[in-house]
Nanobody, 130 residues
Framework: QLQLVESGGGLVQSGGSLRLSCAAS????????ITWFRQPPGKGREGVSCISTTDDSTDYADSVKDRFTISRDNARNTVYLQIDRLKPEDTGIYYC???????????????????????WGQGTQVTVSS
């Protein structure tokens, strides 16, 4: 019954900004990690940022540090990814993914394997024109 829905993608010029949203519904557990992955055209998925829902722990891939900001609104069960100073190489499909965690193992690492995440959204397209 758990569902993740991404939104907020679109076409933007280089240097612009986007705010992506990941809305979760049907949550049945208290502890979990959400990670944003992106998949450039013709390439595999890579984790770019993650956040824990029980604390302020976040992590970012080196390629997006200082430009991407992840945040959450627990009341709305929504995670956001603010992307600033967009570059053409940011183009791709952005997915949010969720993995339940024990309260004793609240690991959040951006460079995580997609296979570790059992729940995924449908993705939202980000296209940055040069």
């Amino acid at each position: 019954q758990l569902q993740l829905v991404e939104s907020g993608g679109g076409l933007v010029q280089s240097g612009g900004s986007l705010r992506l949203s990941c809305a979760a519904s049907g949550l049945t557990f208290d502890y979990y990690v959400i990670t944003w992955f992106r998949q450039p055209p013709g390439k595999g998925r890579e984790g770019v940022s993650c956040i824990s829902t029980t604390d302020d722990s976040t992590d970012y891939a080196d390629s997006v540090k200082d430009r991407f900001t992840i945040s959450r609104d627990n009341a709305r069960n929504t995670v956001y990814l603010q992307i600033d100073r967009l570059k053409p190489e940011d183009t791709g499909i952005y997915y949010c993914a969720l993995v339940p965690r024990s309260q004793l193992y609240m690991t959040c690492v951006a460079a995580s394997l997609p296979s570790a995440y059992p729940y995924w959204g449908q993705g939202t397209q980000v296209t940055v024109s040069s």
